[in-house]
């Protein structure tokens, strides 16, 4: 079976512009999950989405925004690009949203804004 | 509300010798508890996960972690490290494991 997989794997951008990640979760999983991960850091919560409904957000600007397609495939939309979104953007999906004890990871996408 | 602190951002050890990663958490509920491995240019892979139950964790390629609750603790432990063993270490805690609050990792070497 495919892992979660995310595209593109590696871009370029402008300061200013706009970019669209996306994320394929595991067949089956429900649940997609936006985690942002700078340079010597841990991953830090974006969003999570389960049944196409935005189910939690972390402590980011509304610049960053996501949302769910009913194939539970999921995008993550970043508008006037700043240097500090420079990072590696982490996909995780899941079976469930609740309590819930798995989640796995995509490979990430690396974004540098110049 | 709920925090991770990873003590030492990198740890050395010899290859053969006992790793140990530390990791103390806050969780306003019963946490659960998760150590992850990330390898250069790639995501975040599970090694072990607790939830409730025994509070000694075994988990892959040989890690386990123990759950000490009146030490606020989840170090993560190998008996004997491999020079495979070399990677990111991350700690993380959450009640939604696609909701969770990571620490700032811990960087393991692998000295032959």
């Known amino acids: 079976d495919a892992g979660v997989t995310q595209s593109p794997t590696h871009l370029i951008k402008t300061r200013g512009q706009h970019v669209t990640l996306r994320c394929s979760p595991i067949s089956g999983h429900k649940s997609v999950s936006w985690y942002q991960q700078v340079l010597g850091q841990g991953p830090q919560f974006i969003f999570q989405y389960y049944e196409k409904e935005e189910r939690g957000r972390g402590n980011f600007p509304d610049r960053f925004s996501a949302r769910q397609f009913p194939n539970y495939s999921s995008e993550l939309n970043v508008n006037a690009l700043l240097l500090g979104d420079s990072a590696l953007y982490l996909c995780?999906?899941?079976?469930?949203?609740?309590?819930?004890?798995?989640?796995?990871f995509g490979q990430g996408t690396r974004l540098t804004v110049v | 509300a709920q925090s991770v602190t990873q003590l030492g951002s990198h740890v050395s050890v010899s290859e053969g010798a006992l790793v140990l990663l530390r990791c103390n958490y806050s969780s306003s509920v019963p946490p659960y508890l998760f150590w992850y491995v990330q390898y250069p240019n790639q995501g975040l892979q599970l090694l072990l996960k607790?939830?409730?139950?025994?509070?000694l964790v075994k988990g892959i390629n040989g890690f386990e972690a123990e759950f000490k609750k009146s030490e606020t603790s989840f170090h993560l432990t190998k008996p004997s490290a491999h020079m495979s063993d070399a990677a990111e270490y991350f700690c993380?805690?959450?009640?939604?494991?696609?909701?969770?609050?990571f620490g700032d990792g811990t960087t393991l070497t692998v000295k032959p």
């Open positions: 607790y939830t409730t139950g025994a509070t």
């Open positions: 993380a805690v959450g009640r939604n494991a696609g909701k969770s609050t």
């Open positions: 995780a999906s899941s079976l469930l949203q609740g309590l819930n004890t798995e989640a796995f």
